[in-house]
């Protein structure tokens, strides 16, 4: 009898199984980027500012993540508006699936770059890196306004807003989840 039962749990556990494959698969995908530099002092105390801060949150850990995407005012030659986003590790493919056009390393955290890689703040070095993450591909096309069903990353990061108009960097707006902070630098 005990035999029978194992039987049916395993047929069982094959069948859920092979329902789940069926609605779509993990495939490894790869992102070669080019290693650049910070060549401002004060975007990388910046930087590091970020990472001290987020130390208190309790979703810290040596390989959190941090994306800053880059956009330059259109009006002004040398401004831009910076945005910092930290994450933890399990959101590397949340992070490289944006299309990063570069990173650095500080200290053992991973700084992806979007948008655009302004001369006057970093430099690029001659090296490269592949970054492997695991993406999902639905085994059909999705209908019109259908969404495949993934599950989400973990949600906790900071966010931090800031202009940079060529000499200096002005905090705009930062949120922090582990403390409830929200400010708005204008109020």
């Not at 070669?32 to 850990?61: A, G, H, M, V, W």
């Not at 956009?71 to 401004?79: E, F, G, L, T």
């Not at 500080?106 to 993406?135: A, M, Q, R, V």
Request: proline content about 5%.
């Amino acid at each position: 009898m005990k035999k029978i039962i194992r039987i049916l749990i395993i047929l069982l556990v094959l069948q859920v199984s092979e329902s789940v494959n069926a609605s779509g698969k993990w495939i490894i995908e790869k992102k070669t980027l080019s290693k650049i530099e910070c060549r401002n002092k004060q975007l990388l105390n910046l930087i590091d500012s970020i990472f001290i801060k987020d130390r208190s949150c309790p979703y810290y850990s040596d390989s959190l993540l941090l994306s800053i995407r880059i956009s330059q005012y259109p009006d002004r030659k040398m401004a831009f508006q910076l945005i910092f986003e930290t994450g933890i590790a399990s959101l590397k493919r949340s992070f490289l699936s944006i299309k990063p056009i570069g990173f650095l390393k500080i200290s053992k955290h991973t700084c992806y770059i979007y948008n655009i890689i302004p001369e006057c703040l970093f430099y690029s070095t001659k090296e490269s890196y592949t970054f492997y993450y695991k993406d999902y591909a639905p085994s059909k096309k999705p209908k019109r306004g259908e969404v495949p069903l993934i599950f989400p990353d973990d949600d906790s990061f900071s966010s931090w807003t800031y202009n940079f108009d060529g000499k200096e960097f002005t905090l705009l707006e930062m949120y922090q989840p582990c403390i409830n902070k929200v400010a708005n630098a204008n109020r």
